[in-house]
């Protein structure tokens, strides 16, 4: 940054000397760059901002199985969002999940971190292994753990019967709850590890002589964990949080390929029941009202943890 | 903010292996066959549309089909069933003439339909189809009193049991009542060769409504009235979904069934641990794949059970066909794939080949076909039986309501008919939405 920065001055200080208008030449300058961006720009209006905005339309529209000419209906797509069970059902599923599997991410993820960043031997084996399940497609990782749940030929069950904990094989994905935080389990096998990469790379900026600053003043390293090392980590775990979250809230992959939604609807959230509207039911207005009520409570997420984490740092 | 040279590395490294690990996750590949060659006679190329399952076969006789019409050539893709809906939908939603063909799930023909998005073929329809092919296969893209495409094949959900295990406890026939299955079940249960009778695939999707067809039917119920408006909550259907919560509660069923679709709990069923189990037919090859089953040769095929004296026996049909799409500029060259692959030489062929039942009733008697497949003549049995899942327009909303409900009644967050009951109001609600029209 810094360099950067006295580079430009110096550019800045020849261009003077040679009696070059800094306007003229960034006027100049921009028009070819504008020029030059035009291909990635028009990539991005297709890609991305025309669906969008094309989505918002469409929201407004009344499509179903029966209308050939979906009439235009203003709201009522997200008036009848809002007095459907099967909304709040979700809402309520996807907030468990996003708070339970995120909670829990942090927690461990924040141990793992201060664990690896200890000087142990093998310690950069260790560090490459934490990468494995972050590395892992969720797909793959939805396979494995419904392999390891499996009722009849499950790791899981083997295991737990093996050590005496249960008398016989459960069926860990056949109730609502169960399943719920059985998913939630396979979400945090996988996603712990990114958190306590986040943070293992923050740790590694932290410099040494704060804590041998404390020790000298007779911290014990219990405290140095509360008093140093979180509050230096506060921008990385906002960080870490901010990405989880919004990641977690519209989480679908894992949910599609371990569960389906079921049993009894008992995993079905919010992005699910949304996949379901607009691909099985056709009700792409619907469908399209939903995701964006989606995205504005992932919105506010980031806007609530923004606030409060740099507001303190 | 200074950042050290390793982790630059370890993060450049952490990168590369995600990226490589995403791709041996793999994408299913996109079977393109055929080509747009362009020649003095300027041959028309048509676009179909398959789903994975029996695409190998349809691609090995499309040299035939050309050679046989050189003036048509076809672009053969594929895609699993799973998405086979979706893709279908949006590509013709949008107007565009992707496809000439497209494959049809009997459960979607009332939407399809609907939506505009196949054209009817009565005039192509010919008398010997009408007489010879299995009503229940053709009537699968027949919709109000017009018919839309040929079935591809004829699948019900047959009644599979484990010959080996019923003879070692000394029983000689197969059950024909739900309760005789019980009785077998616990004296193979006593003699120690089983830990439950029958496993089911009553995970929440589409194959727990085809389990749930056949067993209300057996019970002599339906799921629509007989005007063909929906009506879950009669007391037959109660009884089938109480003989569902029973069979899991007595340990007849394999409590695993609420987790396992269509296709996990063959998994099971070919360990030869569980001697009785209903499936489609592809499910026949699976138990015969010495790499994937330990039940080979012990499977034997039977009538499926019944609930009620009333009841021979019932079963649920789940054929799939082809259709020309409202969007086809090359609707007579496109029908002529469909008409070819329906023929009576490719379907014997593909019951030889892929296992598949044939559509016509006459191949049922063909020495050779009998022959080559040996469990043909006890399937063509439960043909006569077999019934359809409710004909109607959102039915993929009616079948998720319907799923969530039975699911609560086998969980036991509801009894049977409480549960009926909701998915009842469900669907009334559902319906009501769309103007009563259904």
Not at chain 2, 54 to 68: L, M, Y
Not at chain 2, 180 to 203: H, R
Request: net charge neutral; glycine share 6%; charged share 20%.
């Amino acid at each position: 940054m810094k360099l950067c920065a006295a580079c430009c001055r110096n550019r800045y200080k020849k261009l003077v000397k040679r009696g070059i208008t800094l306007s003229a030449k960034t006027y100049r300058e921009n028009k070819t760059a504008y020029f030059f961006i035009l291909p990635a720009m028009l990539f991005i209006i297709g890609i991305i901002i025309f669906p969008l905005l094309y989505s918002v339309y469409i929201s407004f529209f009344d499509f179903n199985i029966f209308t050939k000419h979906p009439p235009f209906i203003g709201l009522k797509n997200y008036m009848d969002i809002f007095k459907s069970d099967y909304f709040w059902q979700s809402m309520g599923r996807t907030t468990y999940f996003t708070v339970i599997s995120v909670g829990l991410e942090l927690v461990l993820g924040f141990l793992v971190a201060l664990l690896l960043n200890q000087e142990f031997k093998g310690r950069s084996f260790a560090r490459t292994l934490l990468i494995l399940p972050w590395a892992l497609p969720t797909v793959v990782n939805g396979v494995l753990w419904t392999w390891i749940y499996d009722p009849n030929y499950g790791a899981l069950n083997a295991l737990l019967k093996s050590l005496g904990i249960i008398s016989q094989y459960k069926n860990w994905l056949g109730t609502a709850f169960n399943a719920m935080n059985a998913v939630i389990v396979a979400d945090v096998w996988k996603n712990t590890s990114f958190i306590a990469m986040v943070l293992l790379a923050a740790m590694q900026n932290i410099p040494k002589d704060y804590y041998e600053a404390a020790i000298i003043d007779g911290a014990s390293r219990l405290k140095n964990v509360f008093y140093i090392t979180l509050p230096l980590l506060r921008p990385a775990i906002l960080v870490a949080v901010v990405i989880r979250t919004m990641e977690a809230f519209k989480v679908f992959d894992i949910i599609y390929i371990m569960t389906k939604g079921g049993p009894a609807n008992g995993t079905q959230v919010i992005s699910y029941y949304t996949y379901i509207n607009s691909f099985q039911y056709s009700k792409y207005g619907y469908g399209a009202a939903l995701s964006y009520i989606v995205s504005l409570v992932i919105l506010i997420f980031a806007l609530v943890y923004i606030k409060i984490l740099y507001k303190k740092s | 903010m200074k950042i050290s040279k390793g982790l630059v590395v370890f993060v450049v490294i952490l990168l590369t292996v995600s990226a490589l690990l995403a791709a041996c996750g793999g994408n299913p590949s996109k079977n393109q066959g055929g080509s747009d060659a362009k020649n003095e006679s300027q041959p028309v190329t048509i676009n179909v549309l398959s789903s994975d399952d029996f695409a190998g076969f349809r691609k090995s006789v499309i040299p035939e089909f050309e050679a046989k019409y050189p003036n048509i050539k076809v672009n053969f893709m594929s895609v699993g069933y799973d998405s086979l809906h979706q893709k279908e939908v949006t590509a013709l939603e949008s107007g565009g003439d992707t496809y000439d063909v497209i494959d049809v799930d009997c459960i979607w023909t009332p939407e399809y339909v609907t939506k505009g998005y196949i054209i009817p073929v009565n005039d192509r329809i010919t008398q010997e189809m009408k007489d010879d092919i299995v009503p229940a296969a053709l009537d699968i893209l027949k919709y109000k009193d017009n018919y839309y495409g040929l079935p591809m094949f004829n699948d019900v959900l047959f009644f599979y049991y484990n010959e080996d295990l019923l003879k070692q406890a000394g029983i000689n026939e197969p059950p024909k009542t739900w309760d005789e299955l019980i009785q077998q079940t616990n004296l193979m249960k006593q003699k120690g060769l089983i830990d439950y009778g029958m496993v089911w695939g009553w995970a929440q999707a589409e194959g727990l409504i085809c389990y749930y067809t056949a067993l209300a039917h057996s019970f002599g119920g339906d799921l629509v009235d007989s005007s063909g408006k929906p009506a879950v909550n009669t007391p037959q259907n109660v009884k089938a979904l109480q003989f569902m919560v029973d069979s899991i509660a007595n340990k007849v069923v394999d409590p695993a069934s609420i987790t396992y679709d269509d296709r996990q709990m063959l998994n099971v069923f070919s360990q030869g641990r569980v001697p009785f189990g209903m499936n489609w037919s592809f499910a026949w090859s699976v138990f015969n794949d010495a790499n994937q089953s330990k039940v080979v040769n012990k499977i034997k095929v039977g009538l499926a059970p019944a609930g009620t004296p009333e009841v021979k026996s019932a079963t649920c049909a789940g054929s799939m066909g082809l259709a020309v799409t409202s969007t086809s500029k090359h609707a007579d060259e496109a029908w002529k794939f469909i008409e070819f692959l329906a023929g009576k030489d490719i379907q014997k062929k593909q019951a030889i080949t892929a296992g598949a039942l044939p559509i016509w009733k006459s191949l049922y008697d063909d020495k050779e076909l009998q022959e080559q497949h040996p469990a043909l003549k006890e399937m063509s049995a439960q043909l006569d039986t077999a019934y359809n899942r409710p004909s109607i327009v959102w039915y993929n909303e009616f079948s998720n309501a319907l799923q969530v409900e039975i699911q609560n009644a086998l969980n036991k967050s509801k009894t049977p008919q409480q549960a009926l009951d909701d998915a009842q109001k469900k669907i009334d609600e559902i319906m009501n939405n769309y103007g009563g029209k259904y």
